[in-house]
């Protein structure tokens, strides 16, 4: 995740760009995508497919949303990767956050969420670690799945940093994000 940071750090420091209001995550410029992602999307037809998946009404989807990140949590044993940032589906029930946001991605898009309203997201959290989180969009929001709780919440509600994200429609492609509490420390 250092070489994560440090790439992301540089294409940043550049970057004059403001989170906006809405319930969405902002989508600025095209960026790189993050080391490991071109390997996975080689690996895993659906994660960067742009089909798939059925309408689902808001109730439904955040039940999906919740159990999801549930399950994944739970059967999944968090290890750091050994030898580079490789980005997988856990491992013999062993996994870091980009193995669980994978496996969470997953799971929905099996299950009949639609593709093209998940994302991945690099981020900040607030010990200055790096961080892979999955988002899904429901019902004109951008919610957070992650592997360090259990809850969904909408973006704002977290203690995130938000640096680049998988666009939604393009899904082999990322933006730069720049949303949350230390945006500006990136413009």
């Not at 080689?42 to 109730?59: E, I, M, T």
Request: aromatic share 10%.
């Amino acid at each position: 995740m250092a070489r994560l940071f440090g790439l992301f750090s540089l294409i940043f420091f550049s970057a004059q760009i403001q989170a906006f209001g809405g319930d969405f995550l902002p989508a600025a410029r095209a960026v790189g995508a993050p080391v490991g992602f071109a390997s996975a999307c080689a690996k895993y037809s659906w994660l960067c497919r742009q089909k798939g998946g059925n309408n689902v009404d808001p109730r439904t989807a955040m039940t999906m949303l919740e159990n999801a990140t549930r399950t994944v949590n739970r059967r999944v044993t968090p290890v750091n990767d050994v030898g580079g940032d490789i980005w997988t589906l856990p491992t013999n029930g062993r996994g870091d956050c980009e193995d669980y946001a994978l496996a969470k991605m997953k799971e929905l898009i099996d299950a009949g969420f639609p593709a093209t309203k998940l994302a991945l997201s690099v981020v900040i959290g607030p010990r200055d670690q790096n961080h892979v989180v999955l988002i899904a969009r429901v019902d004109g929001t951008d919610y957070v799945l992650d592997n360090l709780n259990n809850s969904v919440k909408p973006w704002r509600r977290t203690p995130y940093t938000y640096l680049a994200t998988q666009d939604f429609n393009s899904r082999s492609s990322w933006h730069v994000t720049l949303a949350g509490p230390r945006a500006g420390e990136f413009s």
